[in-house]
């Protein structure tokens, strides 16, 4: 069965410093995995998706993330924090023959200014 | 915005009693999932139609049910609410459904809040 773990409730980040958001997952095959940012009263948000390919995708607002198929891992990473980057992250995976997208249980970024 | 529209935005009721929760998905799109968002069970997904039929199910209860129109707009039910049924549920579509579906980007709803009191 599919499974997204996100180990850390919240990750916090002074602004102008790097952040990573971490996420492994397990999937039968090959993961389609997604990475989703929820701010406050607001639906989730598509941010970047790894399908094939450069294992490091890059996204939108300056996030990117690395495929690392051996670790089975899909951190989201910014070379530079924003305050406006505090919210809700969300990673998740699809496998090829399913029709679920199973979520992890997020992660809140917090950027201190 | 995403292009997914939901109503209502908020929904108060009493335990016991049945609502309707609507979701208009983006224009073209013809996959419409449903999502449970609560403090302690995350985001759960619960049901996804596509073009009018079921084509998945999650963690859906008994007493919840869904339906997706010929004009493409979804509907959940809720019956015999429960405390514990208070959450946030979100719709969202997407395009594609086989295995394309799976690359696919989901577009979310700003999601309706239910408190069942």
């Known amino acids: 069965a599919q499974s997204v773990a996100q180990p850390e409730d919240q990750v916090n980040v002074a602004e102008g410093n790097p952040l990573t958001v971490k996420c492994t997952y397990s999937?039968?095959?090959?993961?389609?995995l997604f990475w989703y940012v929820q701010y406050p009263n607001r639906g989730l948000q598509f941010l970047l998706k790894y399908i094939t390919g450069d294992n490091l995708v890059k996204g939108s607002y300056g996030f990117e993330a690395e495929f690392n198929k051996s670790q089975t891992s899909f951190h989201l990473k910014k070379p530079s924090a924003l305050v406006s980057d505090s919210a809700l992250y969300f990673c998740a995976v699809r496998d090829a023959m399913g029709f679920k997208t199973i979520f992890g249980a997020g992660t809140r970024l917090f950027v201190k200014a | 915005d995403s292009g997914v529209t939901q109503t209502p935005k908020h929904l108060i009721t009493a335990t016991g009693q049945r609502v309707t929760l609507r979701c208009s998905p983006r224009s073209g799109d013809l996959s419409v999932y449903w999502y449970q968002q609560s403090l302690d069970q995350g985001l759960q997904f619960l049901i996804q139609?596509?073009?009018?039929?079921?084509?998945a199910k999650g963690n859906i209860l008994e007493r919840f049910s869904a339906q997706q129109f010929p004009d493409l707009h979804s509907e959940l039910n809720l019956s015999s609410l429960e405390l514990g049924d208070s959450a946030l549920y979100f719709c969202?579509?997407?395009?594609?459904?086989?295995?394309?579906?799976?690359?696919?980007?989901?577009?979310f709803g700003a999601g309706t809040r239910l408190s069942v009191l």
């Open positions: 969202a579509s997407s395009e594609f459904s086989g295995l394309a579906e799976a690359k696919n980007i989901q577009y």
């Open positions: 999937v039968s095959g090959n993961p389609y």
């Open positions: 139609y596509y073009n009018g039929e079921e084509r």
